[in-house]
């Protein structure tokens, strides 16, 4: 007698496809168990937060079709596959920056404060550390990152890069040295951290200019960054009493509704700026000995939807 219409019929499952299920969630939980790591070496290399998440879903495509029995260690395949997709990137964002307006500043991240713990993590992914990588050749800042922060060896970078380990060395050695010459040298410990970024909110918030020029550096550095949409400083302006009094006659004078929000960003001490209850920017701030040696003021609206919510990174 025949099967009645529509009747589900007991077709053999193919022997292999419980195998290829079984390795796609193996794959997806070695990649979930990466995936801050592989943001943040994405961010290291580009700046950029929205530009680090389309690495990360490059990079899974790539990953989703890899032979796990040809993998020996997951960490660095994975690291490889991300640094090659973030180095493509680069040069996309080469040409936005040849046009940018104005300085142009990383994508700030809004951290969770165990970040600041991890102090090479922190000083890593800081507005002052980024800037001193953006004047990298761009495989010398990957080179750079993945050795100095993420220590993978000389053999795996080269394979990342493309590059032979001899080549990767004396990249990493040249790299070494700029960043030596122009990273910020002073420290700061955790309370002095804390004391300095409420006494520079309080100054700014105030306006007076004594204030401002007791917890600003001689030397302290100013950039802000509108994009072109928002106001900005079109150049740096350093010194403190220069700063200082930028600071004081700052545009939010203007503002009647404006607030400062003390958080974490990209590791460090900042302040939320929020007009009428609307992020309206991000003032990062380097403090060394006690003192802000940098400020670094993100106004540019498409760079600041990363400070809504935390954003995890690891090493």
């Known amino acids: 007698m025949g099967e009645e219409s529509g009747q589900a019929t007991n077709t053999p499952e193919p022997p292999d496809r419980g195998i290829r299920a079984e390795a796609a969630d193996g794959a997806t939980e070695v990649f979930l168990a990466h995936r801050n790591l592989l943001f943040t070496v994405a961010y290291e290399i580009l700046g950029s937060a929205a530009d680090a998440e389309d690495v990360l879903q490059e990079t899974w495509l790539r990953w989703t ?130 004391a300095a970024l409420r006494a520079f909110q309080l100054a700014v918030e105030t306006g007076e200019l004594q204030a401002l020029l007791d917890i600003l550096a001689p030397d302290v550095v100013a950039l802000s960054d509108g994009g072109g949409v928002r106001h900005a400083l079109l150049r740096p302006v350093v010194g403190a009493d220069q700063v200082a009094r930028l600071l004081a006659g700052g545009w939010w004078k203007r503002e009647a509704a404006r607030s400062l929000e003390p958080v974490e960003i990209n590791g460090g001490p900042a302040l939320l700026v929020r007009v009428n209850g609307q992020v ?34 690891s090493r």
């Open 65 to 194: 079709a890899v032979d796990p029995a040809m993998v020996r260690k997951e960490r660095a395949y994975l690291v490889q596959i991300a640094t090659r997709q973030a180095l493509d990137r680069v040069r996309a964002l080469g040409r936005r920056k040849e046009s940018y307006v104005g300085p142009w500043l990383p994508e700030p991240l809004l951290t969770a404060p165990d970040v600041a713990e991890d102090v090479a993590l922190a000083d890593s992914v800081s507005m002052a550390m980024l800037l001193v990588l953006e004047t990298l050749a761009p495989v010398e800042r990957a080179v750079f990152v993945l050795r100095e922060v993420f220590d993978l060896s000389y053999e795996e970078i080269a394979e990342a890069v493309g590059k032979t380990p001899a080549a990767v060395r004396q990249l990493a050695y040249r790299a070494r040295a700029h960043v030596a010459a122009r990273r910020p040298r002073g420290t700061a410990t955790p309370a002095q951290t804390r």
């Open 280 to 313: 309206d920017g991000v003032l990062a701030v380097r403090v060394e000995n006690g003192y802000v040696t940098g400020a670094y003021h993100v106004r540019n609206p498409d760079k600041l939807s990363h400070v809504a919510h935390e954003i995890a990174i």
